[in-house]
């Protein structure tokens, strides 16, 4: 079966860079369709997208977090890395990792979250 | 503020049904049919209810139903049941620059 696990800092101070690793099982991301998206949600607030990568190494962005956001994959290893610059306050968020298909642009399988912080 | 527009909270009694609407434009919504819905209950992660507007994944009960009119997704659930209390959000394809935008979320109360 399909599961993923994010892994990272709990805590990080402000202006640090955040790197989140998502490793995973039960699918390959060399297989064609296949993805892997990251999406965050502040305490009590709603969910928002951050990036994708795709099998072909095809990357897609958040327009407002683009230029603070990079997504990369190594397929030997099953994981998928998140990095994001300049950590501000407003970035304590859960952020989750999540198994994507491209020819339904849905999430299907979640990991269970991590809570990063962001404070001096 | 969140791109796709759902209602805070919707409640409904036991055995009733329940709509949560999300609006978007036609540039996310009303262009494409990749709309989702995800169920969030407290502390948990969420699970997709249903993809491509109105297909449930294997495992989701038929109670839930997805369609789309316009600019406007809606989630419909059946005989509501006590476990159906959660927070729903709904995701679209918002084309290749933003490419996905989720809604600001639904707090369905059953009463």
């Known amino acids: 079966q399909i599961t993923l696990k994010e892994s990272g800092p709990t805590l990080v101070k402000p202006t640090q860079t955040l790197t989140l690793t998502c490793t995973f099982s039960?699918?390959?991301?060399?297989?064609?369709?296949?993805?892997v998206g990251w999406i965050r949600q502040p305490p009590g607030k709603a969910l928002e997208w951050l990036a994708l990568i795709y099998w072909n190494d095809d990357k897609r962005y958040s327009p407002s977090l683009k230029s603070r956001l990079t997504i990369t994959k190594d397929t030997s290893k099953n994981q998928v890395v998140l990095t994001m610059t300049n950590m501000d306050p407003v970035d304590t968020a859960t952020y989750y990792c999540a198994h994507s298909r491209l020819r339904t642009l849905d999430f299907d399988y979640w990991g269970q979250g991590t809570l990063v912080t962001v404070s001096s | 503020q969140s791109a796709l527009t759902q209602p805070a909270s919707v409640s409904g009694s036991p055995g009733q049904s329940i709509t949560i609407s999300c609006t978007g434009t036609s540039s996310d919504v009303g262009g494409y049919n990749y709309v989702s819905w995800y169920q969030q209950h407290p502390g948990k992660a969420p699970k997709l209810m249903i993809y491509?507007?109105?297909k449930r994944p294997s495992g989701v009960s038929n109670r839930f139903s997805g369609s789309k009119s316009g600019n406007t997704a809606s989630l419909t659930i059946s005989g509501l049941q006590a476990e159906d209390e959660a927070d729903y959000y709904c995701c679209s394809y918002a084309g290749s620059s933003t490419f996905v935008v989720f809604g600001g979320g639904t707090k369905l109360t059953v009463l």
């Open positions: 491509d507007v109105s």
């Open positions: 039960g699918f390959s991301l060399s297989t064609s369709g296949v993805g």
